[in-house]
């Protein structure tokens, strides 16, 4: 979890593929509405947010029910958001927190392409941020390498 632009989907891509369990990113599941939206430039809001919530909440549900580990990137910005994902999860998710500066992330979202997120919303996705008390903090300025062994040390897997 993080602010866009902060590696989540390289980071949840090379992991899932070391863990070789399923991946999810959670942008392909926002509704057409809010990709609309953030394409012109308009942060989302609570009330935007709450039904794409709702799908990753229930995917991960459906994941846990067949017993099955799943690696999920997902903004999960404020701890109310990631309190309703846990909602109705019989495992508490482990949150790993994508942790990095505003110019920095800044930088990087400048440079990547085809991507409806765009640069100038980052700020509003900063002021929304509720740094989780209870994840796994793992710096963006490590190499990717490390990060997964570090995120897999720290777990025990």
Same mark, same amino acid.
């Given at each position: 979890?993080?602010?866009?632009?902060? =590696?989540?989907?390289?980071?949840?891509?090379?992991?899932?593929?070391?863990?070789?369990?399923?991946?999810?990113?959670?942008?392909?599941?926002?509704?057409?509405?809010?990709?609309?939206?953030?394409?012109?430039?308009?942060?989302?809001?609570?009330?935007?947010?709450?039904?794409?919530?709702?799908?990753?909440?229930?995917?991960?549900?459906?994941?846990?029910?067949? =017993?099955?580990?799943?690696?999920?990137?997902?903004?999960?910005?404020?701890?109310?958001?990631?309190?309703?994902?846990?909602?109705?999860?019989?495992?508490?998710?482990?949150?790993?927190?994508?942790? =990095?500066?505003?110019?920095?992330?800044?930088?990087?979202?400048?440079?990547?392409?085809?991507?409806?997120?765009?640069?100038?919303?980052?700020?509003?996705?900063?002021?929304?941020?509720?740094?989780?008390?209870?994840?796994?903090?793992?710096?963006?300025?490590?190499?990717?390498?490390?990060?997964?062994?570090?995120?897999?040390?720290?777990?025990?897997?």
């Amino acid at each position: 979890m993080g602010v866009s632009g902060c =590696g989540k989907t390289t980071l949840g891509e090379l992991l899932s593929k070391d863990l070789k369990v399923e991946y999810f990113e959670a942008d392909s599941f926002h509704p057409q509405a809010n990709i609309d939206k953030m394409s012109h430039g308009i942060p989302l809001e609570d009330e935007d947010r709450w039904p794409w919530l709702d799908i990753i909440r229930k995917k991960a549900s459906e994941c846990q029910q067949r =017993g099955e580990d799943a690696v999920f990137s997902c903004s999960a910005l404020k701890e109310s958001y990631r309190s309703f994902i846990e909602e109705e999860l019989a495992e508490k998710p482990v949150w790993v927190y994508l942790k =990095g500066d505003f110019d920095t992330i800044h930088q990087r979202m400048l440079q990547r392409k085809n991507h409806f997120q765009k640069a100038d919303m980052l700020r509003s996705q900063f002021r929304d941020l509720e740094e989780p008390a209870s994840a796994l903090d793992v710096d963006i300025n490590m190499p990717l390498d490390d990060k997964v062994r570090f995120i897999k040390e720290s777990l025990n897997i």
